[in-house]
């Protein structure tokens, strides 16, 4: 797995929580996931790994988080601090207010038949695309 250097996340949590959380590391793909446990609460850092290209994993997700929000029926994580521009760390990153213990991939990986999960997850995407399924 890819390092990233913890001391950047500091610099971050430094400036909005004025406190160094606990920090373990999510499996991702495209970005770092980090688990960041205060005294008194816990969020999540997701930091894209791409630092030359235009931020677009993290501005559509800070806009379809946003969309599925004002909704209503998706839960989305509220997201407290954002930054696309650079202004802290050279990488794009959000910090979101963590939704609880479910971890999506051991979910699917250990169930034999995910044909419902699916099925859920697809109204999901047809919601975000404004795609109407029959019942």
Excluded: C
């Excluded at 606990?22 to 997701?46: G, P, T």
């Excluded at 030359?52 to 994580?77: A, N, Q, S, V």
């Amino acid at each position: 797995m890819e390092e990233f250097n913890q001391e950047l996340i500091y610099k971050i949590t430094d400036k909005f929580y004025k406190e160094r959380p606990e920090v373990s590391r999510y499996k991702s793909e495209n970005n770092f996931v980090f688990l960041l446990k205060f005294k008194k609460i816990e969020r999540v850092i997701k930091i894209d790994k791409n630092t030359e290209e235009m931020p677009w994993r993290i501005l559509k997700e800070l806009y379809l988080t946003d969309r599925l929000r004002k909704h209503g029926e998706i839960p989305m994580p509220e997201i407290e601090f954002s930054d696309t521009a650079g202004k802290i760390i050279p990488n794009h990153w959000m910090i979101m207010k963590k939704m609880g213990d479910s971890d999506l991939n051991k979910e699917f990986l250990s169930k034999a038949d995910v044909k419902d999960q699916f099925v859920e997850l697809g109204g999901i995407l047809a919601k975000v695309h404004k795609i109407k399924l029959n019942d």
